[in-house]
T-cell receptor, first 115, second 111 residues
Framework: DTGVSQNPRHKITKRGQNVTFRCDPISEHNRLYWYRQTLGQGPEFLTYFQNEAQLEKSRLLSDRFSAERPKGSFSTLEIQRTEQGDSAMYLC?????????????FGQGTRLTVV | GQQLNQSPQSMFIQEGEDVSMNCTSSSIFNTWLWYKQDPGEGPVLLIALYKAGELTSNGRLTAQFGITRKDSFLNISASIPSDVGIYFCAGRKTSYDKVIFGPGTSLSVIP
């Protein structure tokens, strides 16, 4: 499968624990995005990487959240000291180099439940 | 901040009926996108629009980029059960900008 791959698909964690999600983008896509989606809402932008550089972060990304893309390929999103409000679907998307009329492809997401 | 509004919020239709939904924004976008999301899955791109006034089809789906660049609509003709899902509009200001999503329209098709 050559699509965007996210792991795990589901994660249940206790409040206060740390969690880490992984995203493997489509090969040779240099752009990578993280979004968060809560029930009944559209995806909300969290952060954007171009290669290994994190170029934009949303105000939604509190200091408990950190994202990395160390070699410009896969990316990880870590949430420290999880809270119940962090329960959501975390979506990753990747896109090729910017040129006209190119769009990102989304992965299947990681569903986080904080209990 | 930027916000997209979609209407209707939800709709229930009979199989075979046509569907129309729209999206409005307080900001101008240079790209409008329509996605479909099935439960537990990521959004899948249906149609992308890049020019004001552009009308684009993908099978039974037709979407238009409003001439004010602040709105777009999506039509689905002759709906079938597999059209069930949540439809999101999304906009982008420039090729380098992030995509902003609307809150979605939930579609249910009654066989």
């Amino acid at each position: 499968d050559t699509g965007v791959s996210q792991n795990p698909r589901h994660k249940i964690t206790k409040r206060g624990q740390n969690v880490t999600f992984r995203c493997d983008p489509i090969s040779e896509h240099n752009r990578l995005y993280w979004y968060r989606q809560t029930l009944g809402q559209g995806p909300e932008f969290l952060t954007y990487f171009q290669n290994e550089a994190q170029l934009e972060k949303s105000r939604l990304l509190s200091d408990r959240f950190s994202a990395e893309r160390p070699k410009g390929s896969f990316s990880t999103l870590e949430i420290q000291r999880t809270e119940q409000g962090d329960s959501a679907m975390y979506l990753c998307a990747s896109a090729p180099k910017v040129r006209e009329n190119t769009e990102a492809f989304f992965g299947q997401g990681t569903r986080l439940t904080v209990v | 901040g930027q916000q997209l509004n979609q209407s209707p919020q939800s709709m229930f239709i009979q199989e075979g009926e046509d569907v129309s939904m729209n999206c409005t924004s307080s900001s101008i976008f240079n790209t409008w996108l329509w996605y479909k999301q099935d439960p537990g899955e990521g959004p899948v791109l249906l149609i992308a629009l890049y020019k004001a006034g552009e009308l684009t089809s993908n099978g039974r789906l037709t979407a238009q980029f409003g001439i004010t660049r602040k709105d777009s609509f999506l039509n689905i003709s002759a709906s079938i059960p597999s059209d069930v899902g949540i439809y999101f509009c999304a906009g982008r200001k420039t090729s380098y900008d992030k995509v902003i999503f609307g809150p979605g329209t939930s579609l249910s098709v009654i066989p």
